[in-house]
């Protein structure tokens, strides 16, 4: 069964940073579309970055330049690198695997398979 365990979140002050890790079991990382999600408190949840099998990415408008999507293979773990960190940043961070549609990659409906989140908070 399929299972992603997110790590690395955290409090940090704003324009710090913090590297979020998602560990993949029963996934080959590097042939599947993985990618980054986030639900600031009282909102929906929305797409941050997404890597592709072809090693493609992109990014939400708001975290470009800011936030990198990498994976290691051989440690089957997807990571995002988050620089400059903002208030608006704060949210609970959740990885995801299975791409079901590529219509629209930073749509939550568009994955399958979800890890339980970290949480990542900015503040002064």
């Known amino acids: 069964q399929v299972q992603l365990v997110e790590s690395g979140g955290g409090s940090v002050q704003p324009g710090g940073s913090l590297r979020l890790s998602c560990a993949a079991s029963h996934l080959p990382v590097g042939n599947n579309c993985m990618s980054w999600f986030r639900q600031p408190p009282g909102k929906e949840r929305e797409g941050v970055a997404y890597l592709t099998r072809g090693e493609s990415t992109g990014y939400a408008d708001s975290v470009k330049g800011r936030f990198t999507i990498s994976r290691d293979n051989g440690k089957k773990t997807l990571y995002l690198q988050m620089n400059s960190l903002k208030l608006e940043d704060t949210a609970m961070y959740y990885c995801?695997?299975?791409?079901?549609?590529?219509?629209?990659?930073?749509?939550?409906?568009?994955?399958?398979?979800w890890g339980q989140g970290t949480q990542v908070t900015v503040s002064e």
């Open positions: 995801a695997a299975q791409l079901q549609s590529s219509l629209d990659r930073l749509s939550p409906r568009s994955w399958g398979f």
